[in-house]
Every structure is written in structure tokens, then in C-alpha cells.
């Protein structure tokens, strides 16, 4: 487990805390409409951080080829079973190097945030050595109100209740962020750490850590993000 991170409930945990079996339950969002009307239609997509293939597998449905990439065995075994369109890795996103390139590279579900600053620039350096130079890295970042406004709650479609508990400073800008996620038989919590980026920070990041730029924000919070690199 890595340090900060810390995950309770049935099923195996991942190094950064997430439950393998909560997220083959977790129901997708808007996200497979964000990514098909930013890039082209089948285009392969390098996903870094895929989990249990929430997003992937709507993103297969619509005629995407996928890679996916994720440090636990246990979460790719999820993805595997999905579909013979999407060939799995595992390993570290801040470690990767496949010596290819792809189309589209997406980073979602806040990793660039991590409150590790070292482990974000490797992030970032594999989305740029990763996507090819007429490409684009797709990226989700955290609303505004993220560490603000705690505690929330709010209830999902698919029947469970969603709960950020706190978000409390550890030092160097980072939160220490409680999660809690409680269905009708079963309750997991999340403990992880997150760094808070206004956009300015945001945008000057991508540039000097991965020489990217945005291109556009697809979602009117500017969760969404669309970046190319800098030529």
C-alpha cells in the first residue's frame, strides 16, 4: 500500500486504496460521450489507470480499440473479460514504456492530481511518450469545489450512495481525501491524497512537466480536457 492510501471493504485492495470489487460495480458517467466527441470514431485509445474497465467497456461498445493499463492484476482481470478488442497491461502508469504510440491517450479519474509530485511527472511523461505528435491526451481533473464543501453526498442511478468525507492537509498542498461508498450489502471506504490545481496551475504543469498545451475543455466545469503537445 502506498503511503496515504488506505481502502476497506470485501475483495482485494490496490496499492492506492481502491477495491477491486467496488469498482466492477461503480456505474459510468458521461464520460464515453466526452471521449467520443472529442476524437475520432475507433480510434485506439492507450487508457492509463483502466481499473475494472468502467469506462472502457462502453468505450468498446462504440467501436473503440483499447489498451488498457493498470498496476493490479486483480483489476485487469476484470478487463480481460470484456471483450477481445482490448489488450491489457499491467504496470505502473509513471513506469511505462511500450515503445508505441497511440492516437489517444487518456489519464481519467483525477490521477493527475496525485499528491505526489514525482509520480505525476512520470504520469504525464508516459502520456507524451505515449501519444503520437498529431495525437491528444485526454485528461479528467477535479471540479473546483473538489476539497471544498465537505462533507457531500450525493446518490448514484445505480442505487448506491457516494459520501467525500474530508479532505484534510498534509502538508506541500496536498489533501489527505476520505471517500466512502455504501451500497445495500456493502460498504467500502477510500483514504488517498490529491493535490488541488487551479487551472492556471493546471495548464502550467502539463506544459513544463510534459511539454503539453490544452487544445479545449470539453465539459462546461472543465473536468474535461483535451491536451496536444507542444510543437
Not at 469506462?55 to 473479460?81: C, H, N, Q
Not at 481519467?108 to 504525464?124: E, N
Request: proline share 5%; net charge negative.
Amino acid at each position: 500500500m502506498r503511503e496515504g492510501y488506505e481502502g476497506t471493504g470485501p475483495g482485494a485492495i490496490t496499492p492506492d486504496g481502491c477495491a477491486v470489487d467496488l469498482y466492477a460495480r461503480l456505474t459510468v458517467g458521461d464520460e464515453p460521450d466526452v471521449v467520443a466527441g472529442a476524437v475520432r470514431a475507433g480510434a485506439h485509445i492507450l487508457e492509463l489507470g483502466s481499473g475494472a474497465g468502467r469506462v472502457t467497456r462502453p468505450l468498446l461498445e462504440r467501436g473503440f480499440r483499447i489498451t488498457a493499463v493498470d498496476e493490479s492484476s486483480e483489476m485487469l482481470e476484470k478487463v480481460s473479460a470484456l471483450d477481445g478488442r482490448v489488450r491489457t497491461i499491467r504496470s505502473p502508469i509513471e513506469t511505462l514504456d511500450l515503445g508505441e504510440r497511440f492516437e489517444v491517450v487518456m489519464l481519467a479519474s483525477f490521477l493527475v492530481h496525485t499528491g505526489d509530485v514525482s509520480v505525476r511527472r512520470g504520469m504525464l511523461r508516459a502520456c507524451r511518450s505515449h501519444v503520437t505528435d498529431d495525437g491528444c491526451v485526454l485528461i479528467q481533473r477535479e471540479g473546483a469545489d473538489y476539497h471544498t464543501n465537505l462533507p457531500r453526498e450525493r446518490v448514484d442511478p445505480g442505487g448506491f450512495t457516494v459520501r467525500i468525507l474530508s479532505a484534510e492537509p498534509v502538508g506541500d498542498g496536498v489533501n489527505e481525501v476520505r471517500a466512502e461508498y455504501v451500497f445495500p450489502d456493502a460498504v467500502w471506504t477510500q483514504t488517498f491524497r490529491a493535490r488541488p490545481l487551479t487551472k492556471e496551475e493546471f495548464e502550467q504543469v502539463l506544459l513544463e512537466e510534459a511539454g503539453l498545451r490544452v487544445d479545449k475543455y470539453l465539459t462546461e466545469d472543465g473536468t474535461w480536457v483535451r491536451a496536444v503537445p507542444v510543437r
